[in-house]
């Protein structure tokens, strides 16, 4: 039986990502865990996260996770969501805060003058609501998930990757951020899929059976 560790450091929708992964793959053993053990015997990892960049960071560190986090996104199918997106790259602007680095990149509040739509009217920061996602190009984690997919989005900062190559997607507000990226083994998105209805949930069965190449 295959094993996907779900983190839990203390900050994370975990009950309804778990609830998911159940979900799309009833033979599989889900663990919410904090135990490194666990999660570095895991066949995948996901790592969820809501709420703020510094907080994330201290509580890895709080909790011995910020080394076998590391190590299980440089060797296995790994699902970075939210803010379990934004921790991986090397510096956030909340708070200052450096990330796990693991990604080049850094982390940018949406710029409040530059937050308004077509006609005008202002937008309001966080992000939240249903967006339409577009796919930069192929990719096993997109398998029947139409271009331009509606996800859910909780956010007010968003990922600037320090290489093109690795944006998977972008979604518009107003301008383009990237909403999720690809960098080998790792697959990570600022929307929360186990929120998006049909899309998500084929986005995590896409996850279970996903090899961890761009290949698939």
Not at 70 to 84: R, V
Not at 107 to 117: E, Q, T
């Given at each position: 039986m295959s094993s996907i560790a779900v983190v839990d450091y203390g900050m994370g929708n975990l009950r309804s990502v778990a609830k998911a992964l159940e979900h799309v793959a009833p033979d599989a053993r889900i663990l919410v865990t904090s135990d490194a053990g666990e999660i570095a015997r895991a066949?995948?990892?996901?790592?969820?996260?809501?709420?703020?960049?510094?907080?994330?960071?201290?509580?890895?560190?709080?909790?011995?996770?910020?080394?076998?986090?590391?190590?299980?996104?440089?060797?296995?199918?790994?699902?970075?969501?939210?803010?379990?997106?934004?921790?991986?790259?090397?510096?956030?602007?909340?708070?200052?805060?450096?990330?796990?680095?693991?990604?080049?990149?850094?982390?940018?509040?949406?710029?409040?003058?530059?937050?308004?739509?077509?006609?005008?009217?202002?937008?309001?920061?966080?992000h939240m609501g249903w967006n339409e996602v577009q796919q930069t190009g192929a990719?096993?984690?997109?398998?029947?998930?139409?271009?331009?997919?509606?996800?859910?989005?909780?956010?007010?900062?968003?990922?600037?990757?320090?290489?093109?190559?690795?944006v998977a997607a972008f979604t518009l507000y107003p301008f383009p951020f990237t909403s999720a990226v690809a960098a080998k083994n790792i697959f990570a998105v600022?929307?929360?899929?186990?929120?998006?209805?049909?899309a998500g949930l084929r986005l995590l069965a896409n996850f279970v059976t996903w090899d961890g190449t761009a290949a698939g």
């Open positions: 066949d995948r990892v996901v790592f969820p996260g809501v709420g703020a960049m510094p907080d994330c960071i201290r509580e890895l560190e709080l909790r011995h996770l910020r080394k076998p986090l590391i190590e299980a996104a440089q060797t296995k199918p790994f699902l970075g969501i939210c803010l379990g997106m934004q921790a991986l790259f090397d510096f956030s602007e909340e708070g200052h805060a450096a990330g796990l680095g693991v990604l080049p990149g850094q982390v940018k509040l949406f710029p409040a003058a530059a937050m308004y739509d077509a006609g005008g009217q202002r937008l309001k920061v966080p990719h096993p984690m997109w398998a029947g998930i139409p271009d331009a997919s509606r996800f859910y989005f909780v956010h007010s900062y968003y990922v600037e990757a320090g290489h093109p190559d690795m600022q929307f929360h899929p186990e929120k998006s209805q049909s």
